[in-house]
């Protein structure tokens, strides 16, 4: 198995979430592979929101059976595994915009707008 990282080595330190309906031993430990690791950290801030928040409801949230939680309108996956009382993220899924032809014309044309 890949080296784990632990939720707050990745993502920093998290607010519980704040409905507080919750126990605090159904709070499940988050570890992410080093693959998930280097992709969450190449996420833009709007790419971001989305996956913490599924994050949070993974870590928060009773076992079930699904092993991925996806947006179909961003194109975004996070694929999963549960053990026990963990979660390890082992991949996150995404378009990568940031190389399409549009995303360069887009920043071309706030360069031109800006200057």
Known sequence: ??????????????????????AADEVRKLFFTENA??????????QKTFIDRELDDLRLSR????????????????VFEEQNNQVIVTDILYDDYRN???????QVRMYDMNN
């Open 100 to 106: 399409s032809k549009e995303y360069k014309k887009a």
């Open 63 to 78: 076992s079930s059976s699904v092993s991925r939680k996806d947006n179909s309108e961003l194109q975004q996956e996070i």
């Open 37 to 46: 690791k280097k992709k969450y950290d190449i996420l833009t801030g709007s």
């Open 1 to 22: 198995m890949d080296k784990k990282y632990t939720d707050s080595k990745v993502r920093g330190e998290r607010n519980d979430h704040p409905d507080k309906s919750y």
